[in-house]
DNA sequence: CTGTTAGCGCTTTCAG
DNA sequence: CTGAAAGCGCTAACAG
């Protein structure tokens, strides 16, 4: 392991210009800078985080929230720009509610990380002031708006001729949603906004619903992926076809939707995950210490469950 | 950020037994470690991992390597028991090979961490002697083993009275797997091992093969969960029945069956996790620097796709 | 059993 | 623009 006074011997300097020269700070003459820049990378040095973390110097870490493991991309893409750039993740999991407030409660990030990555974790009042507290950037990636993903979807299928579409919304939504369709210039039945639990067995019954009312929408919109396949799954037994008599189009689900081959909207979960630390990271050098929320933008994904309007 | 002289201070000894103290050291006695300990709690002392790690003692830092953000389970169970335990996760992801290779040619573990959590990594000779170089404990997380899953899901169908069994594996494996069934007292026809992608569509391919063969099995084992949902679609699409007809088990995909109602045979990944790290935190106290590796537990989980032989 | 004395490798004044 | 010196908060020998 070659330590900063390595390098500063071999370059022929102190090792406090040494530390000055590689962090960019002012007030070292650019011969020397590129001097001890170029020594430094011949002796593959690396700097001892400790240290400087111990010295009041910047930190080299970022803490990265998760709500859930589920959301892997953004992560994958986080984690992949915050180690090319040098930096540590430090993962923590916030899960269920009772591991989300033991973290808030210990805040254990006193004085170990330069900036904090928020994974689909909307905090609280008190939560975004222990964040607050920490003096370092916050960026949080949120989820895809739900009324932008319905945008798309409804778009998608007026594209194709349809005007009878039906939306399925998971339990709990009080919303219905219906400007959003009516804005774009649908006639919406009342009877054809259902609520379901966000499972195979919950789109099943959709369809048992749809099927009793007097005319069968043209196209189906579910919030919900595993709903989405239980309609599909069901109005194929049910002896219709998809997309020919019905189509369906998804507004999350990425795998199951790729699997089956639903349309669907989807997030650029990856892309999204390295666009959030390059804006973090220049904040950290920018000695900011604010929050933003980045929310995570979708497109239509047009795969087998879609078709014009026969 | 109470320090550890802070704490010295108000219990009236040195810092050094302080030290000793809470580390569990011997050399102390039991009347001082107790009032050291209890002066720190009152104090919420939370030691400074970066002058610990600098001073040479413990890290306080486990990393974790994962090769997909996809084995999100085992990853949650880790970081929580890790977390518990006051430990940070330095997260790797090494999904793609230039990740791989470029995390295991920098190593940027050196004098970082005190330990290793691979999560379905298996290293090769020179990673295996990277990781070594380290100097501490490694555990690994494997997969679970192909071979103890086909024997479960066969125990199963075998149970309900299936003779006729087929089994669908992923291109590339060259393997038949033969013994393991016929270890189970069942006639293997080679026409009932079919490769196919581990897709939807491979899936359902899969299916039209089998229909062209003189018998149809009464059971289908499928290596891929994506695969087994394939077979399930297009025999029900062909009038068939699961299970009545037909009786399908994967052995893996723990989400889209779960979805859909297959049977399937799903590891404890969660408490394999934290399994997991009790064991590799275990070789950290215990000062080792050894390496193993320990197969994921699996289960069969019986749902609606399995039945008795009609 | 406990305290004292040195550093660990950096960053940061303060001088030159 | 550059160097010398002090110190961040711990652990690790040494003495007692």
């Keep these: 392991m070659t330590s900063m006074s390595d390098v500063a011997r071999a370059a022929g300097v102190s090792a406090a210009t040494v530390s000055r020269a590689l962090r960019g700070e002012p007030g070292v003459s650019e011969a020397t800078r590129r001097n001890v820049t170029e020594v430094a990378k011949r002796m593959r040095y690396a700097i001892a985080r400790d240290a400087s973390s111990l010295a009041g110097g910047r930190r080299y870490a970022i803490a990265v929230l998760a709500s859930d493991v589920g959301r892997g991309e953004v992560l994958a893409g ?4 915050l180690r090319q750039a040098g930096y540590d993740v430090l993962l923590y999991v916030l899960g269920d509610a009772a591991a989300r407030a033991g973290f808030f409660e210990e805040m254990p990030l006193g004085r170990r990380v330069d900036g904090v990555l928020l994974l689909s974790v909307t905090p609280d009042e008190g939560e975004a002031q222990a964040l607050a507290g920490l003096g370092v950037p916050v960026v949080s990636v949120a989820d895809g708006d739900l009324t932008e993903a319905l945008r798309l ?5 007026i594209g194709l001729g349809h005007h009878d579409i039906a939306l399925v919304l998971p339990e709990g939504v009080d919303e219905t949603y219906d400007e959003v369709l009516t804005a774009q210039g649908l006639a919406v039945r009342p009877e054809w906004t259902v609520w379901c639990s966000p499972t195979v067995i919950g789109g099943e019954q959709v369809v048992d619903v749809l099927l009793d ?3 069968l929408p043209t ?3 579910s919030s919900s992926g595993e709903a989405a396949l239980g309609v599909f799954l069901r109005l194929r037994r049910d002896g219709r076809e998809v997309p020919a008599d019905v189509s369906i189009v998804s507004l999350e689900g990425k795998e199951l ?3 089956v081959g639903l349309t669907a909207v989807e997030g650029a979960e990856r892309e999204h995950g390295e666009r959030a ?3 973090l990271l220049a904040r950290v050098r920018a000695g900011r210490s604010d929050a933003v929320v980045r929310p995570l933008p979708q497109h239509l994904v047009v795969r087998d469950s879609t078709g014009a309007v026969g």
Tied chains: 1, 2.
């Excluded at 979807?153 to 299928?157: D, G, T």
């Design 277 to 279: 630390v390059e804006d």
């Design 78 to 81: 986080a984690e992949g720009a």
């Design 257 to 259: 939707t790729r699997a």
């Design 153 to 157: 979807a409804a778009a998608h299928l």
């Design 213 to 215: 009312a007097e005319r």
């Design 219 to 221: 196209a189906v919109i």
